[in-house]
């Protein structure tokens, strides 16, 4: 034995992935991922660490009581029978320990989705794990669609998001939601790289979803998994044979290979996330499908993120509520409830709800009837007052002190035009402002860009090329802006205004004016006034105000008011006369207000 990877010495040795790097990090050896691989004399001192834990355990377990183990959901079923008792044990771990304490959220199973470019194979992949890996319905027989179904794989239960393609994947994080833990990347072995792979990347990294990818098709005499790893690193996207730390799996949807292989990788990835929801915690979930059927009515499929869903259980979506008539799992059969990572079917809504819109659950009817008001009564407030909000600047733009990013798309007419903005925006880039392109393609920009760009607040620069009246009707919807150029010199100007709105301004103070205070006048409601004689410059209304004395400032403040004879006024200029209003009393004859405004620096 030479080199050996993390996950296959974890399995050998029985360990969970998370301790053996948790050892590795212990004697100082680096790795990317539990891909990874390690030297044989690692390998020696790991054992050795292992067998002393293990001698300790075992004296200590003598005198303790036995160690607690993840809760049974997710247990690992490659755990060797060390100790044949995982039955009894398991159950009572969470119980033992009372609702607060130590107790942990248990573990989940992993949602995936599956996107890639048209005829890539999605659909045959994901038939071909439904086929080999859902146990055939008892009864029936026929499963019907569902939006998800449930793998059951020797490491635990994986759930499929079944309907491929990253448009129903963008709808639901349109909505805010976020349904997938890890999106696979299929991209077929004879065809490589396409547009609507560059986009599924796009959007797996904007929803920050791990990504794993699946060279499919391996079984074809002209596939070339190479030439996949190779392009996939123009993207920055390293495989990890390459030094990177993307995991990359040839299957075949036709022979199966490798969907073993993938299907581990994708329990892997799960494990080193970390998922957890907790089944006694408030019900939450998403839509993932809504239809109409005809005999049954409305049917939703909904997947339980938190909590445990029952029958009878009240629900609201949006400005609908219902009760929960009956509820089918993904394979058909009928259940009673349902905890977290279940997609389930959902009989028991008026109106159809659309895939992405959160479901959460009410006591009772009259509590449902309540949400569904207030939420009622919160839109139609938006809708009258049409607020126009004036964003903060940290709203616009993110916290302030920190690194800027420009987010991106562009569409343009040729890969050439594509390559040649890409190069002018990279040297745009500054320690203050980052340019991150999330897609660059050829073509007029697609409605699924829109969405991208939607959920993550970027920009669609088109050259040469212009969106369609449908997209440019979702772009308004949805409040993205398209801007289309047929000079690249002018949207690089437009990127220079984006970058500009993007940094902090910088403002300083401009003196104004100056006033003699001659006069105080007192005024029952405004306060005193100070009636002045504008010695030079000009004085404005909500000009910053210093009160001199002397030498002396003897007051800090803002001009609220301006007035010429009895009329308000914006200026006054030198050589009149005027009466000051400034938020503070106590202001006296022989004062000077200096009057100054804050202007914003122009930066280079
Ligand atoms: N030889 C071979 N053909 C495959 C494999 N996977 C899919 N195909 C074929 O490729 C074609 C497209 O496969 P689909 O599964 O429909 O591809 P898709 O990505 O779901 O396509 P869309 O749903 O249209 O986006 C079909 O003719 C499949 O039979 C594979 O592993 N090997």
């Known amino acids: 034995m030479s080199k050996v990877r993390i996950y296959t010495l974890a399995k050998d040795l029985g360990v969970e992935n998370a301790r053996m790097l948790e050892i590795l990090d212990g004697l100082g050896v680096s790795y990317k ?43 690992t079923p490659e755990q060797p029978a060390a100790a044949p008792v995982p039955q009894a044990k398991a159950a009572p771990v969470t119980d033992a320990q009372g609702d607060g304490g130590t107790s942990e959220v248990p573990h989940r199973a992993p949602v995936v989705t599956i996107m890639g470019h048209v005829d890539h194979g999605k659909t045959s992949l994901l038939d071909y794990i439904r086929k080999t890996k859902v146990a055939a319905k008892e009864a029936g027989g026929i499963t019907q669609h569902v939006g998800a179904f449930e793998a059951k794989t020797s490491k635990g239960k994986i759930v499929f998001i079944d309907t491929p393609g990253h448009e129903a994947f963008t709808t639901i994080r349109a909505r805010g939601a976020n349904v997938a833990d890890i999106a696979i990347i299929v991209i077929a072995a004879d065809d490589s790289l396409m547009p609507q792979t560059r986009e599924a990347i796009a959007h797996a990294q904007a929803a920050k979803v791990p990504m794993i990818v699946a060279i499919n098709k391996v079984d074809l005499p002209q596939a070339d998994p190479e030439r996949v790893k190779t392009d996939l690193t123009q993207l920055n996207l390293v495989p990890e044979e390459y030094g990177g730390d993307l995991v990359v799996v ?45 005999q049954a009515g409305v049917l939703a499929t909904v997947m339980v993120q938190e909590g445990t869903l029952h029958v009878g259980d009240f629900l609201v979506v949006g400005e609908n509520y219902g009760k929960i008539k009956a509820m089918t799992d993904s394979a058909g059969a009928r259940i009673k409830e349902a905890g977290p990572s279940t997609p389930v079917q959902i009989l028991g809504f008026s109106e159809v709800p659309s895939s992405g819109e959160k479901v959460q659950s009410a006591k009772n009817e009259h509590a449902a009837r309540e949400v569904v008001a207030g939420r009622v009564d919160t839109r139609r407030d938006a809708e009258n007052a049409r607020v126009q909000r004036r964003l903060t600047l940290e709203e616009m733009m993110g916290p302030l002190g920190s690194v800027r990013t420009v987010n991106l798309i562009l569409r343009a007419d040729t890969q050439g035009s594509v390559e040649a903005i890409q190069g002018i925006l990279a040297r745009k880039e500054s320690d203050d402002v980052k340019i991150n392109v999330m897609l660059a393609g050829i073509g007029a920009p697609t409605e699924g860009d829109v969405l991208l760009a939607s959920t993550a607040e970027a920009t669609i620069l088109c050259f040469s090329v212009t969106p369609s009246g449908g997209v440019k009707k979702v772009a308004d919807s949805k409040g993205v802006d398209i801007k289309s150029f047929r000079i690249i010199y002018e949207l690089i100007d437009e990127v220079d205004r984006l970058i500009k709105g993007n940094v902090e301004p ?16 007192r005024h029952p409601k405004s306060g005193n006034i100070a009636g002045s004689y504008v010695r ?32 308000d006024v914006r200026e006054v200029q030198t050589g009149f006369e005027c009466g000051i209003n400034i938020d503070w009393n106590d202001v006296m004859e022989g004062d000077i207000i200096e009057a100054s405004e804050m202007v914003e620096v122009e930066q280079a």
């Open 33 to 75: 991922s539990v891909s990874s691989t390690i030297e044989e004399d690692t390998v020696e001192l790991i054992k050795q660490i292992l067998a002393e834990e293990q001698a300790e355990g075992t004296s200590a377990e003598a005198t303790a009581e036995p160690t607690v183990q993840a809760p049974a959901e997710q247990a």
């Open 250 to 294: 040839p299957v075949s949807a036709r022979t199966g290979e490798g969907v073993e292989d993938l299907l581990e990788y994708i329990s892997l990835t799960a494990e080193l996330e970390d998922l957890r929801a907790d089944p006694r915690a408030a019900f939450g979930g998403v839509v993932i499908e809504g239809k109409v059927d005809k």
């Open 506 to 521: 910088v403002f300083e103070e401009k003196y104004l004016g100056r006033a003699e205070v001659r006069m105080v006048i």
């Open 536 to 567: 030079d410059g000009s004085l404005k209304r909500n000009a910053k105000a210093r009160v001199l004395r002397g030498k002396e400032v003897v007051y800090e403040g803002t001009i609220i008011g301006l007035k010429r004879f009895k009329d």
